[in-house]
């Protein structure tokens, strides 16, 4: 199920590919890649609260899962709650110093919050870290 539901979200079939992680889920309660991919799968369907209790659950699972961090930093972020987006975001860095969409998301948070040096900042490190910040 885990397989199907990862083809079925890349052709956007969203509340398809919900239920195959759903099965997933319910076969291995544990499978954290299901839990981020199933909250993926709703942050495309703009549907932000069930995102995050899907990225909460795979952080509550493994708490040093950095794409369910940066991932649940970006459903806040669409809520517009940017200090606690940032806080994801600063865990998703403080895991991995090298996350560059992380800093970068981080950035788009802070500058949008108008926290505009910490925005500099993590701007400048994204670009360091390779990633095109357009």
């Not at 992680?21 to 954290?32: H, M, V």
């Not at 794409?67 to 940066?70: F, G, Q, R, S, V």
């Given at each position: 199920m885990n397989n199907k539901g990862f083809a079925v979200s890349q052709e956007a079939r969203f509340d398809e590919a919900i239920k195959c992680?759903?099965?997933?889920?319910?076969?291995?309660?544990?499978?954290?890649t299901a839990w981020n991919i199933e909250g993926i799968a709703f942050y495309q369907l703009a549907r932000f609260d069930e995102a995050i209790k899907c990225f909460d659950k795979a952080i509550e699972i493994f708490s040093y899962y950095k794409?369910?961090?940066?991932n649940k930093g970006l459903s806040l972020y669409m809520?517009?709650?940017?200090?606690?987006?940032?806080?994801?975001?600063?865990?998703g860095v403080e895991i991995d110093r090298n996350f560059a969409d992380a800093w970068f998301n981080k950035a788009i948070s802070s500058r949008d919050s108008g926290k505009t040096?910490?925005?500099t900042n993590a701007f400048n490190i994204a670009k360091q870290l390779g990633r095109d910040i357009g």
């Open positions: 992680f759903d099965k997933a889920i319910e076969i291995n309660p544990k499978n954290t794409d369910a961090w940066n809520k517009k709650d940017y200090n606690l987006a940032i806080k994801c975001f600063d865990k040096e910490e925005a």
